[in-house]
């Protein structure tokens, strides 16, 4: 069994490879510099090559690759997953968001992610559009809830987290797999992915704190959203079995 997943030099796509590696798949990483995404022939071979039964979408990178990737999937009936965000909800929304919940993105990150949902449903109707939180990791490395925390810190001696915002929010570990359970157990069609149910940003970052000591944080009161994404379907572990 073979699964092909694009974004490894990323976040979320390594944690998708462990998973899979520890249900017995053997990964393959799609490799941009060897396989030019803009040419869907080599793209095509590239796969009948390795004649996976799932590819996972996770990397950024044209529309058009994204297309073209359903595409070939719907025609070589191999299961194809394309990682979305909950930043296709803008700001201006207010959640919590279910799945039958309109999206109208504010910035150029939700719009293009949005514009690869309707890509690859349009070309394949049977794919599966897995739309993550954020992420939060174990260091502060890579795109990831600590990185920012670490950033903040570096830039302003201290990182500010609201209490009165309510991020969709998964570790890692979860959020990979769920993806795989997701992929395996439901058919296809849109999932929202999150953790956290009840916690403000304030709050998991007091959590992270006691994992790691030396981060600073203070409590803001200044930016008030609700992005969490609720989805009964999708099984993942939450935030309160860890924070309590």
């Not at 069994?1 to 798949?25: H, L, Q």
């Not at 279910?98 to 949902?117: A, F, H, L, M, R």
């Not at 897995?130 to 890579?142: A, H, K, T, V």
């Amino acid at each position: 069994m073979k699964v092909i997943i694009t974004g490894m030099n990323g976040t979320v796509a390594p944690w998708i490879a462990k998973v899979y590696k520890s249900k017995g798949y053997e990964v393959v990483s799609f490799d941009r510099t060897k396989t030019n995404i803009d040419d869907e022939d080599a793209i095509l071979k590239f796969i009948e090559t390795q004649d996976p039964r799932v590819i996972i979408h996770c990397a950024l990178g044209p529309v058009k690759w994204a297309e073209s990737l359903a595409r070939i999937c719907r025609m070589l009936d191999i299961t194809f997953v394309y990682t979305s965000t909950v930043s296709v909800f803008g700001n201006q929304q207010k959640g919590p968001f279910v799945v039958s919940d309109s999206v109208i993105p504010s910035d150029d990150y939700g719009t293009y992610k949005k514009q690869c949902e309707d890509a690859c449903l349009s070309i394949n109707p049977k794919s599966y559009i897995l739309r993550l939180g954020w992420q939060i990791g174990y260091d502060e490395f890579n795109n990831q809830m600590l990185h920012y925390i670490y950033d903040k810190m570096k830039s302003e001696g201290v990182c500010k987290l609201s209490s009165r915002f309510y991020p969709s929010a998964s570790f890692l570990e979860d959020t990979a797999l769920s993806i795989y359970e997701v992929v395996l157990n439901l058919p296809p069609g849109l999932y929202l992915l999150n953790s956290n149910h009840k916690y403000s940003l304030y709050e998991i970052g007091l959590y992270l704190k006691k994992q790691h000591p030396l981060i600073k944080i203070e409590e803001d009161l200044s930016f008030i959203y609700d992005n969490r994404m609720f989805d009964i379907r999708v099984p993942i572990k939450k935030l309160s079995e860890l924070i309590g």
